[in-house]
């Protein structure tokens, strides 16, 4: 069974600061990972995904992540945050079963980012 | 590529009725996707399609939920008998299947209030 744990349910940083989002994940069978964002009142908006090639991923607005398989993690940062970063990231993992993932998407509870000025 | 759709995006109901959601998937995607988010809660997997072929459903899926995808094209989760504990955001995602294809494109929700 896959499972997907994001430490901290909220984090605030100041405008300008390392944003770091904590994810770790329980897996089987290597997995495929993704970082999605979530506006209020929105879908969900891929921001980057590992697919077992490049252990360091980067994404869309400055956001990577790296793959570290000894730890089972999937952090994301972002080196310096902005205001419009503020929303809710959600962590997922789906599995990857002889080169084809059946797609279903396992989340964490997810992390609230708030951005002070 | 106009993204998945889902409508209505809101529904209010009473308790007991019957609510049926639609969503429709980016054009080529043959692979489709219904979830369920909680308030505070990552979204949880409810059932997927590939093409018209129901291929998983989800515990979480009761005989209440009826999910339906009869041309392969759009989508339709039906509610019977709604309960206050169906209050959630309920969303759809497509994708394709060839390749390492794997991303999952969301669409917006329907927000479901059951009175």
């Known amino acids: 069974a896959q499972s997907v744990t994001q430490l901290g349910s909220h984090v605030s940083v100041s405008e300008g600061a390392l944003v770091l989002l904590r994810c770790n994940y329980s897996s089987s069978v290597p997995p495929y990972l993704f970082w999605y964002v979530q506006y209020p009142n929105q879908g969900l908006q891929l921001l980057l995904k590992y697919t077992s090639a490049a252990t360091l991923v980067k994404g869309i607005n400055g956001f990577e992540a790296e793959f570290k398989k000894s730890e089972t993690s999937f952090h994301l940062t972002k080196p310096s945050a902005h205001m419009s970063d503020a929303a809710e990231y959600f962590c997922a993992v789906s599995f990857n079963a002889g080169g084809t993932s059946y797609g279903k998407l396992t989340f964490g509870q997810g992390t609230i980012l708030t951005v002070h000025p | 590529d106009t993204g998945v759709s889902q409508d209505p995006r809101h529904k209010i109901t009473k308790r007991g009725q019957n609510v049926t959601f639609r969503c429709d998937p980016i054009?080529?995607?043959?692979?489709l996707y219904w979830y369920r988010q909680t308030l505070g809660q990552g979204p949880e997997f409810l059932t997927y399609?590939?093409?018209?072929?129901?291929?998983?459903k989800s515990r979480l899926l009761s005989d209440r939920f009826s999910a339906e995808r009869p041309k392969g094209s759009f989508s339709t989760l039906e509610i019977q008998r709604t309960e206050q504990g169906d209050s959630a955001m309920y969303l759809c995602?497509?994708?394709?299947?060839?390749?390492?294809?794997?991303?999952?494109?969301f669409g917006p929700g329907t927000r479901l209030l059951v009175l």
């Open positions: 054009s080529e995607h043959n692979r």
């Open positions: 399609f590939q093409n018209e072929a129901q291929l998983e």
């Open positions: 995602a497509s994708r394709q299947s060839r390749g390492k294809q794997e991303t999952q494109y």
